[in-house]
């Protein structure tokens, strides 16, 4: 299979959906793994670079779609949250006849401690990391100093 932009788009929304290995990746783009392999390293420059940053940048937008969905799981649980439960109810009446019915239950469930307990550790470690940023930018050197721009 030669390199084409619609197999670098197919690459990069398999990678971008799935997060696979390369062993999936070949089979659900339907290339030899070997023909994968000399695209990555033994093509020219130019495609090596743009499949390589198309695969770093699927690989990172999976990530953080993953990140996404678990600190937004991680507030729900740590602040309640109701449910819906769902049972179905068969009745059967003296002559044998069998009705059902679908009731809903809903339940409030309460937030977990170890919920909160990370959040708040997630929340303290992104403080850190930006006061650390804030301190590297004031103790930075100022180089144009004595220079007109």
Request: charged share 40%.
């Amino acid at each position: 299979m030669k390199y084409s932009k619609e197999l670098e788009d197919k690459i990069y929304n398999f990678i971008k959906k799935e997060n696979p290995t390369f062993d999936e990746l070949c089979k659900h783009i339907g290339i030899d793994y070997d023909d994968l392999k000399d695209m990555l390293y033994k093509s020219s420059k130019k495609y090596k670079r743009n499949l390589l940053k198309k695969i770093n940048k699927a690989r990172s937008e999976f990530l953080r779609d993953k990140k996404i969905k678990i600190e937004n799981e991680l507030i729900k649980k740590a602040s309640g949250f109701y449910s819906k439960d769902i049972v179905k109810e068969i009745k059967t009446d003296k002559d044998g006849n069998e009705s059902s019915s679908i009731k809903y239950n809903y339940k409030y469930n309460s937030p977990s401690e170890k919920a909160i307990i990370v959040f708040f550790e997630i929340l303290r470690r992104r403080k850190e990391s930006i006061l650390s940023k804030k301190k590297l930018k004031d103790n930075g050197l100022n180089i144009n100093i004595g220079f007109n721009k």
